[in-house]
Every structure is written in C-alpha cells, then in structure tokens.
C-alpha cells in the first residue's frame, strides 16, 4: 500500500523540517523526488540522504514567490521526466505580529512566499496535469487558517489563502482528474521552530517550548514524520476517493481546546 513507484514528485521547502520528512518519506515509496527550495546546503543535504537510502531525487534552487524561476525549474523538471504526478506545496514562513506591529514589508514577505509562493507552483505545475489528466497536489496550511492565534494576523491570513486555493483548485480541476487537499498542522517540531524560539525568545527557550507544547491538548509538539505520514497517504492511490478536504493533524487542539 502507498506506493509510490517513479511518480514525479515536487516538494517546495524539501530542504529541512516537514519538507525533508516528506520527500525522504515519499522516496522511500519509490517516488522521484524534486526538491525545490532557496537553501541550497539544506537542498543537497535532503538529496543526500534519499540517494543514500537507495532512493531518487534532486534539487532545484529558485525562490518560489519569483513566477518565471518556478516556471523554468518547472519546465524542466517535465523535459527531464516527462511529466509531474505529484505537487507538494510546502515552502512557507511565520511571524509574530498583529495587525497594528506587522509592517508593511513583513505582510509583503510573508504574501509573497506563503500565498504568491503557491499560486506559481499551481500556476506552473497544473497545466502538465491536465495534460495527461491525472495529479494529486497537497498544500500546506495550518491550524491558523481555522482557529484564532495570538500575534499571527499575517501568517493567520496566508493560510487562509491556502485554504481557499486548496478549495478553489480542487473544484476548477474535478474533470481533469487532479485531487488537492490541504493538510493543516499545528506546532510541529522542527529546526526552523528551534530556531523561531531562539530568535524571538532568547533566554527562555526552555519556558515557551514547554508552552507552546503544552498547548496542544495531547501535550507535544507533532513531529516532521508524522505529518508525511498523513502526504503520503493523501497523495496516495488509496486516497483516490479524497479531495478538497483539509486535514488537521494537530494533537487535539481544534476540537480539545476548551
């Protein structure tokens, strides 16, 4: 079950956390991996580990909120394999801030490569499957697109926007046979939010980890490969019958969260 054999598949920010959990989890289904991501060092480092383990992939170096970088790299993944059977559409950022301290620019950045970000892959990446009519694409939101956050106001509506692409894609494309969920996740424990604590909280890394693990009715952050777990299945023959639907994967915290 859940194979995944020779489907061309893309992953955007496959260089650490969630991303590289999910392409090492779908290569080791057999899928050819594509990882698109702005981290170069991250980028070898994910393709490294597949080949290692006896799997198939590479690496294409863009910025995905640059339209024409994902075109080109887009392009020629499907010179190289013929086509794309699988978008996974995970590259994002976060921020703190409300809608009174976000500035400008900060909702300008996150726009760009959490919304803009996944418009140019869907953009580029669709009309190759209507092509040969038939494709899965997952997007990653997040619990943020359901439930009020604290101090998210700009990451809260980029997901929101995921959400309603995720919807939207999942009805235009119904007769050309391409599926779209969405997964939405709530604090996960990756590199990058070690990294978020660091940053913002210095000297009390220790406190918020504890509370914002907390936070979670089961009591802990998720972690990178239990998220892949649920792609692998959405993206996955098994889930043939499965689209525009969002997934939360989030220890309890939207139904549990009295």
């Given at each position: 079950?859940?194979?995944?054999?020779?489907?061309?598949t893309?992953?955007?920010?496959?260089?650490?956390?969630?991303?590289?959990?999910i392409?090492?989890c779908?290569?080791?289904?057999?899928?050819?991996?594509?990882?698109?991501?702005?981290?170069?060092?991250?980028?070898?480092?994910?393709?490294?580990?597949?080949?290692?383990?006896?799997?198939?992939?590479?690496?294409?170096?863009?910025?995905?909120?640059?339209?024409?970088?994902?075109?080109?790299?887009?392009?020629?993944?499907?010179?190289e394999r013929?086509?794309?059977?699988?978008?996974?559409?995970?590259?994002?950022?976060?921020?703190?801030?409300?809608?009174?301290?976000?500035?400008?620019?900060?909702?300008?950045?996150?726009?760009?490569?959490?919304?803009?970000?996944?418009?140019?892959?869907?953009?580029?990446?669709?009309?190759?499957?209507?092509?040969?009519?038939?494709?899965?694409?997952?997007?990653?939101?997040?619990?943020?697109?359901?439930?009020?956050?604290?101090?998210?106001?700009?990451?809260?509506?980029?997901?929101?926007?995921?959400?309603?692409?995720?919807?939207?894609?999942?009805?235009?494309?119904?007769?050309?046979?391409?599926?779209?969920?969405?997964?939405?996740?709530?604090r996960?424990?990756?590199?990058?939010?070690?990294?978020?604590?660091?940053?913002?909280?210095?000297?009390?890394?220790?406190?918020?980890?504890e509370?914002?693990?907390?936070?979670?009715?089961?009591?802990?952050?998720?972690?990178?490969e239990?998220?892949a777990?649920?792609?692998?299945?959405?993206?996955?023959?098994?889930?043939?019958?499965?689209?525009?639907?969002?997934?939360?994967?989030?220890?309890?915290?939207?139904?549990?969260?009295?």
């Amino acid at each position: 079950m859940f194979k995944l054999n020779q489907q061309t598949t893309i992953v955007t920010g496959g260089g650490s956390g969630i991303g590289r959990a999910i392409a090492t989890c779908f290569a080791r289904q057999g899928a050819f991996v594509y990882i698109l991501d702005i981290d170069e060092n991250g980028a070898n480092q994910t393709v490294a580990e597949i080949i290692a383990d006896n799997g198939s992939a590479k690496c294409k170096l863009l910025d995905i909120s640059n339209q024409q970088q994902v075109e080109d790299a887009v392009a020629q993944i499907v010179k190289e394999r013929s086509g794309i059977d699988i978008l996974v559409n995970n590259a994002g950022v976060s921020h703190i801030g409300n809608a009174e301290s976000t500035t400008e620019a900060d909702f300008a950045r996150i726009f760009n490569i959490n919304v803009k970000g996944v418009y140019n892959c869907l953009h580029a990446v669709i009309p190759f499957m209507k092509e040969k009519q038939k494709g899965v694409i997952l997007n990653m939101c997040s619990i943020a697109a359901s439930v009020g956050l604290a101090d998210r106001f700009a990451y809260s509506m980029s997901k929101g926007a995921v959400l309603g692409m995720t919807l939207s894609t999942a009805k235009d494309y119904l007769s050309s046979n391409i599926r779209c969920n969405c997964i939405s996740p709530a604090r996960v424990f990756t590199p990058f939010v070690e990294g978020f604590i660091a940053k913002n909280y210095p000297g009390k890394e220790e406190e918020v980890f504890e509370k914002l693990s907390k936070s979670q009715p089961i009591g802990r952050m998720g972690k990178p490969e239990e998220i892949a777990h649920l792609a692998l299945y959405l993206c996955s023959a098994e889930a043939g019958f499965i689209t525009g639907c969002d997934y939360p994967i989030d220890g309890g915290f939207i139904k549990l969260n009295n």
